[in-house]
């Protein structure tokens, strides 16, 4: 008798606190912050109860809702200043929840917030943003509120993170909530002065983080976690996920989701390295080096290093072709003329015409990975851009006993397809024998297209836009067929003219003309 007091007593106990977690939370495990809860894609009120829902509903890592004071201390859920063309901390609850969100939904209190946030929700973190005051003591009170309402509705096992603008309310939080998991907002701080503060984590917005690629570096070896904000395109989503980033906070989760499924880093790989082009000037001499003058081929142009003909502006790589005159300062050098494939340079004491090669030779070269580049291609007859790949071992043993990898050739006469192409000392185009295949390419000079290789030691796939068109596998027969087991650098290039571009003339009207890259990013697997 007195065992089924007890029971009762504590069936009463557990029935009347409602606001008691059935248990603890995992969060889901994904990347994915949903920003304001997922209010797009249904149209939704951002900072609404129905988008919070709707993230929970996709199983997020995490829903991001900002919080408020008002006049009267009710802490609410709102990212703006004002509500309704009323300023927030000058105005009472009660008067601001007269206007409702235009989906009839009334302005959430945080406590209506945490609570539906517990509900039915098994995988979704609550992102808790405190948007900073005018004061320190005003940033101290919501903080202490804020932990005095989560530590009351017993929510702390629902928080995935504390983030803010404001160091100081951070810091606050860590002094009187060692467990909380925290993330600085404002971008201004090394992840070293982060942790020595004591917080966890940095949100970053994107830009400043592309900026400050030592940052993720930095981050990782210290156990800052790394979070983003806003991703919602895909080069963006794609560009974090290919470095790890823990979170990536957008107003696109299902596009997260999405692009999730096509990363190389599903397929086990990793970004080894990268050039996002997010500076300005030349390109970067630590990562591209020049090829110069007459080359091969019989091309027209002359490749130089001037900022007309490579630059990076506006967070793109432009290699640029101009119709103009130039004096081949090479002519005669016996040194330049060693190699016979380079006699036709001879013929040539001025050219018509300059352009850009850059190239990864004596910088950086890869045995195997991911190769993947994203550009809009110059458009003319005669015009004949690439982005290929050499042998380490040319200088030793020339082509095409190094081999070749065209990840991609395009010729203006042919203005809707391109090639991928492999050549060796058993299969080249002198021989006619070369291995190579095509695809119809979609607006390649309106629209940027993503150029992938995939080269493992079994096989290359050549591919376009997640179409593999090109599959080149190794027949484990000698190096004359295949020579790929040996590290191959990267070039970038628009030719003019020459044995393939030239076949129909060069149309001199379409000058300038250019090849615009939008990344570079090659990835790795660990065991390959």
């Known amino acids: ?67 408020r004071i008002t006049k009267d201390n009710v802490l609410i859920v709102t990212h703006d200043k004002e509500y309704n063309n009323l300023i927030i901390e000058e105005t009472n609850y009660k008067e601001l929840a007269k206007t409702t969100l235009f989906n009839g939904e009334k302005l959430p209190t945080l406590k209506e917030y945490l609570l539906a946030g517990m509900q039915n929700n098994v995988a979704t973190g609550l992102v808790l943003e405190i948007k900073p005051r005018a004061t320190k003591e005003k940033n101290n009170i919501i903080v202490d509120k804020i932990l005095a309402l989560v530590d009351e509705l017993k929510a702390e096992n629902y928080i995935h993170s504390y983030i803010s603008f404001s160091l100081d309310i951070l810091k606050r939080i860590a002094e009187k909530k060692r467990t909380a998991k925290t993330q600085y907002l404002d971008g201004s701080k090394s992840p070293e002065s982060l942790k020595k503060s004591g917080i966890t984590g940095l949100d970053y917005i994107i830009y400043k983080l592309k900026n400050k690629e030592q940052f993720i570096k930095e981050a990782k070896k210290i156990g800052i976690t790394l979070n983003a904000w806003t991703a919602n395109s895909i080069d963006n989503i794609d560009w974090l996920l290919a470095n790890k980033f823990d979170y990536i906070t957008t107003n696109e989760p299902e596009l997260v989701f999405q692009r999730i499924k096509k990363s190389p880093i599903k397929k086990g790989y990793s970004l080894v390295w990268s050039d996002e082009f997010n500076y300005k ?154 291995q ?28 376009l836009n997640d179409t593999v068109y090109n599959t080149f596998k190794n027949e484990h027969k000698t190096t004359a067929e295949w020579p790929f087991d040996q590290p191959f650098y990267l070039i970038l290039n628009v030719a003019v003219g020459g044995m393939l571009g030239g076949q129909k003339g060069i149309d001199d009207s379409v000058f300038p003309q250019q090849m615009v890259v939008e990344y570079v990013r090659i990835y790795q697997k660990e065991k390959e």
């Open 281 to 434: 000037g030349k390109p970067d001499h630590t990562k591209w080096g020049y090829d110069y003058g007459f080359i091969a081929n019989e091309e027209e142009q002359y490749y130089t290093d001037s900022l007309k003909n490579a630059r990076v502006e506006g967070g793109k790589l432009i290699i640029e072709t101009h119709k103009e005159t130039i004096i081949n300062k090479d002519y005669g050098n016996p040194e330049f003329l060693k190699k016979s494939w380079k006699k036709y340079a001879a013929e040539r004491k001025t050219a018509k015409y300059t352009a850009a090669r850059l190239t990864t030779k004596d910088l950086a070269s890869w045995k195997y990975g991911r190769f993947e580049i994203k550009a809009k291609l110059p458009e003319g007859v005669g015009l004949w851009p690439a982005v290929w790949m050499l042998g380490e071992n040319k200088t030793e043993v020339g082509w095409p006993e190094a081999g070749e990898i065209d990840i991609m050739e395009h010729v203006g006469f042919n203005n809707d397809t391109i090639f991928g192409t492999v050549h060796t000392k058993a299969y080249n185009h002198n021989k006619k024998t070369e």
């Open 1 to 67: 008798m007195r065992f089924l007091s007890i029971l009762i007593i504590t069936l009463l106990f557990f029935s009347c606190d409602s606001t008691l977690p059935e248990k603890k939370i995992d969060f889901a495990d994904n990347p994915v912050v949903a920003h304001r809860g997922a209010w797009k894609t249904k149209n939704l009120p951002q900072n609404s109860i129905a988008s919070l829902k709707e993230a929970i509903n996709l199983k997020c890592t995490g829903s991001e809702f900002d919080v």
């Open 436 to 463: 190579g295949r095509s695809i119809f390419i979609d607006k390649p000079y309106d629209d940027f297209q993503v150029f992938a290789l995939e080269w493992t030691p079994e096989k290359m796939d050549f591919i």
